[in-house]
């Protein structure tokens, strides 16, 4: 059985940082395309960073310089560090795995930015 489980979320005030952890469970994690998604209320369900198997990545515009993914893929984990964190940064915030056709979800946390 397939398992991705965020962790990290949380109210912070803006300029603040956190660190969210997705451990992934019953795939071969190291082979997978890494992503971190984000939805707020209203809105629809975003990209906001990926990491390839190889290590390769991508950010949204909105949080360039600001936020980093990383994975282990010794521990089956992948990282995203968000720094100087706004208030439009709220949202709920999942993880995705995918490679070929298969695609996974994580079940969300959320990360609440106070002004």
């Known amino acids: 059985q397939v398992q991705l489980v965020e962790s990290g979320g949380g109210l912070v005030q803006a300029g603040g940082s956190l660190r969210l952890s997705c451990a992934g469970s019953?795939?071969?994690?190291?082979?997978?395309?890494m992503g971190w998604y984000r939805q707020a209320p209203g809105k629809q369900r975003e990209l906001v960073a990926s990491?390839?198997?190889?290590?390769?990545?991508n950010y949204a515009d909105s949080v360039k310089g600001r936020f980093t993914i990383s994975r282990d893929n010794a521990k089956n984990t992948v990282y995203l560090q968000m720094n100087s964190l706004k208030p439009e940064d709220t949202a709920v915030y999942y993880c995705?795995?995918?490679?070929?056709?298969?695609?996974?979800w994580g079940q969300g946390t959320q990360v609440t930015v106070s002004s």
């Open positions: 019953g795939i071969i994690f190291r082979t997978y395309t």
């Open positions: 990491i390839t198997s190889g290590g390769g990545t």
């Open positions: 995705r795995a995918t490679m070929v056709i298969r695609d996974y």
